[in-house]
């Protein structure tokens, strides 16, 4: 219930609240309403200005004030609301919904049904299963983003490989089900980072070989190094550096470290965020010859 208020209301911080609702009932007038005590969430949500405006708040402001009866929490965002990072406070607020309704700025909204089985309650949250979110997001995302989120999604456990196909049996025939496959397909837990995972899937996609995530480099029964991606029986493995916040200077010597650390039989290349951004080609080649390279030496011995 609205309580009254001066400035501020007494029972409002950390609340949620509708503008109309408390101009209505003389709590507050248009022009406090627009003051520095508070902030506009969506059109008519409001909430303390105090509170760190997050993904997650916005998330609570849409299902407390604008989602109608049957609406759920979905995609990107419900994986957000599970533990998954890759999600801006900028970003819409994903939701599906068994009817049309909105448009309602800040809101991305799907149109479908979602069986008992799909819907999760946990909290205050009602969200879709983590299963059902691998399932959209596999249709509304490309097949590379899609596989960053499942990625995350099993690596918090909330999801496996296997839970997926089973999931996937009881959709057979049904549209998605090819994209979702793909997706779980190229999936792999083991990813620590959404641009690992990028590189990853775009390799497999460019026609090389599947590499091995997280790869634990071992000499003598003892541990040397972990590399992002490789291809152990050929010791080839790649680096992405665009987690290095250190000047140039400082990754040029990280880089000579780790190639040390696995020693001349090892080839590493290692890959820039600028890359990531800008096209992979050139280093899919580099990496495709030496594959080949190394391959036929196998061959040879």
Known sequence: MLRAMSVRPSGYPGKIFRGSEAIRRGLMSPRKLRGRAWQRLFRDVYADARLERTHKLRCKAAQAYLLPDGALIAGRSAAHLFGVPYVDESDPIEVIAPHKFGPIAGLKIHVGSCAES???RQGPWHLTTPARICW???????????VVFADAIAARDLVSRESLIRYALGRKGTRGYVRFMAVVDLMDPAAESAPETRLRVRLV??????PTA??????????????DLAWPELKIALEYDG????????LERDRRRLNRLLGADWMVFHVTADQMRHGL????????????TRQRARTRS
């Open 205 to 210: 996609l460019a026609g090389l070989p599947r």
């Open 214 to 227: 997280q790869h634990e480099v071992m000499r003598d029964g003892v541990f040397v190094a972990r590399v």
């Open 243 to 250: 987690r290095w916040h250190a000047s140039a200077s400082q």
């Open 281 to 292: 080609d050139d280093l899919f080649n580099e990496v495709r010859a030496a594959i080949k």
């Open 136 to 146: 959209d997001l596999a249709s509304w995302l490309d097949t590379v983003e899609a």
């Open 118 to 120: 799909d819907r999760h």
